[in-house]
């Protein structure tokens, strides 16, 4: 039992900080940082603390030429768009409005695998998920109507959580055969290239002089948590299996707008608590109707957001 404590908390506190990032993005963003300035540093500096944590633990590892090549497609592209999307959401809309929309991970990892063929979700699971996405319209429609969203910002905010989603589902079979840590370890090697050539135009206009200390703390904050949180995120779920672990996967949307009302003294319309609600009743709905969780792999591979 206190194995299983202590992994459950473990998982509340990974959680916990995630939901976190979004709200010291957006404080980074209004102290001097550019949005893809921004991830281009974050994101090497966590590709860098991978490579090291990974090179330790496996020494130099080799994957076959089309295994490589599905990395180089899906972390190259869907990663670093991910990472774009999820940057430039956060210019177009409210920390709380990106982390409740977040919350749809789930919602599109089950729409992806229906697509896929990897899972059919039946009438009554589509109707959970017409739910959600009625929730999802309540969050919109309460964040542009109070002026804490733009369209834009809307549909990039749902945009992260879908590559997120897809990328995980294509990388399922690597992962089962490699690990996640060698699996994303090596799409961030491809994924940070592509990112770092579209971060140019940021890391150019970027006044490096107006961006704060406490805005580099975040920066240093961000980057430095994310690895070992994957790790002991990772550890947990082999404790009390990804089906408890999916449980504390709903929870991040909740830490997200908490520290967004907390810490950036943002204010929550109405209609947007509302669609939230929504969004995980219509998610906890699905689950319960297959009982089940999310599929295991998407729960090891933790968010990058």
């Not at 995120?233 to 949307?253: H, M």
Request: glycine share 8%; proline share 4%; charged share 10%.
């Amino acid at each position: 039992m206190g194995r299983v404590r202590t992994a459950d908390l473990v998982l509340l506190v990974s959680v916990a900080l995630w939901g976190l990032n979004a709200s010291i993005t957006k404080y980074a963003f209004g102290h001097g940082f550019l949005p893809l300035s921004w991830a281009s540093l974050r994101f090497t500096i966590v590709t860098l603390i991978f490579v090291a944590v990974a090179l330790v633990r496996f020494g130099v590892f080799r994957l076959s030429r089309d295994e490589m090549f599905r990395l180089a497609v899906w972390g190259g592209l869907v990663f670093a768009t991910n990472q774009i999307g999820f940057s430039y959401s956060l210019k177009f809309a409210s920390a709380a409005t990106v982390a409740l929309l977040f919350g749809t991970l789930p919602l599109f990892a089950g729409l992806f695998s229906e697509l896929l063929g990897i899972e059919r979700l039946g009438g009554l699971r589509w109707t959970a998920a017409m739910v959600s996405f009625a929730g999802i319209a309540l969050v919109a429609i309460g964040a542009t109507t109070g002026l804490h969203a733009s369209v834009g910002g809307i549909l990039l905010s749902l945009y992260a959580p879908a590559a997120f989603a897809l990328y995980s589902i294509m990388m399922a079979p690597l992962v089962r055969r490699h690990g996640t840590l060698k699996v994303n370890t090596i799409a961030s090697l491809f994924c940070l290239p592509v990112l770092l050539s579209a971060s140019v135009p940021d890391l150019v206009s970027t006044d490096w002089g107006a961006v704060t200390g406490l805005a580099w703390l975040c920066l240093a904050f961000s980057a430095t948590t994310y690895v070992p949180t994957n790790l002991m995120w990772l550890s947990a779920v082999d404790e009390v299996g990804a089906a408890r672990a999916s449980i504390y996967v709903n929870l991040q949307p909740f830490f997200g707008v908490l520290s967004a009302v907390l810490l950036l003294s943002e204010e929550i319309d109405t209609l947007q608590w509302i669609g939230g609600v929504v969004i995980v009743a219509g998610i906890v709905l699905s689950r319960v109707l297959t009982r089940g969780a999310a599929p295991p792999e998407l729960v090891a591979t933790a968010p990058h957001e």
